[in-house]
């Protein structure tokens, strides 16, 4: 028991070194990824911008043809007066005239309208792309930092993780396999049993006999808190591991 308590402790205390680079191999990418999807986002209100004002510039094109058309319809109809044999055809013709000349003058009042809204629309398009690019720009930045972090991390935690397929190698599968459950739950899954009784990992008392016997190493097997269920060791236990 008190060999495998040892491998534990030596386990333990790799985890928890391996364990703050790993929050960090996780906080990285998670940070970039956020980053990427609001560049994502704001690459689509841009799409939806340039998309709203071509279809003015289209609108504006058929307002354009609309008034070249009745135009049309104008000199066609002022000839149509010029051969009118009665009154009902002249009447004709200058409603034809009428209809044309005030759909020109409202597609020309929409004209001036669609022309102002059509420029504003250039113009925050164009200060909304510059400020895309600019956060373009410091995102790839930041993903290329962000890079040799990460491969600086990765760097440090292979020194720190050096030997521990060995010392793991000496615990049985099974206690192996509740270590990393309890780490996998609680973060870190072996800690010091206090003098007083008291598990330093959830701060809770534990039954005096237990105490006792975890004391003399009397268990047959590593002892485990029975609150968080993390693994007990005591100094006396191990005490050719100062570290600890």
């Not at 990418?29 to 071509?54: C, F, M, V």
């Not at 792309?129 to 930041?142: S, T, V, Y």
């Not at 190698?169 to 049993?193: C, H, N, P, S, W």
């Amino acid at each position: 028991m008190r060999d495998t308590l040892r491998a534990l402790a030596k386990l333990s205390t790799i985890d928890a070194s391996a364990r703050e680079i790993d929050l960090q191999l996780q906080q990285i990418p998670a940070q970039i990824g956020e980053s990427q999807a609001n560049l994502k986002k704001l690459d689509a209100l841009l799409a939806r911008e340039r998309s709203d004002l071509a279809s003015a510039e289209t609108l504006k094109k058929s307002h354009q043809e609309e008034i070249t058309k009745q135009n049309t319809s104008i000199g066609q109809a002022k000839s149509k007066a010029a051969k009118a044999r009665n009154s009902r055809e002249a009447d004709a013709v200058e409603r034809e005239l009428d209809h044309a000349r005030r759909t020109i003058k409202e597609r020309e009042t929409e004209l001036a309208t669609l022309a102002t809204a059509i420029e504003s629309q250039k113009k925050t398009l164009a200060e909304h792309e510059g400020e895309f690019e600019k956060l373009r720009a410091i995102f790839a930045a930041d993903e290329t930092k962000a890079n040799a972090e990460l491969a600086e991390l990765h760097g440090k935690r292979n020194i720190i993780v050096v030997g521990r397929d060995e010392i793991a190698a000496k615990i049985d599968k099974v206690t192996l396999r509740r270590y990393e459950q309890v780490r996998e739950k609680r973060g870190v899954a072996v800690v010091e049993l206090e003098t007083n009784g008291m598990c330093t990992g959830c701060r809770l008392a534990v039954p005096p006999q237990l105490v006792i016997e975890i004391g003399r190493g009397e268990m047959p097997e590593v002892p485990q808190c029975p609150h968080c269920r993390r693994f007990f060791y005591v100094r006396s236990l191990i005490e050719d591991q100062p570290s600890l």
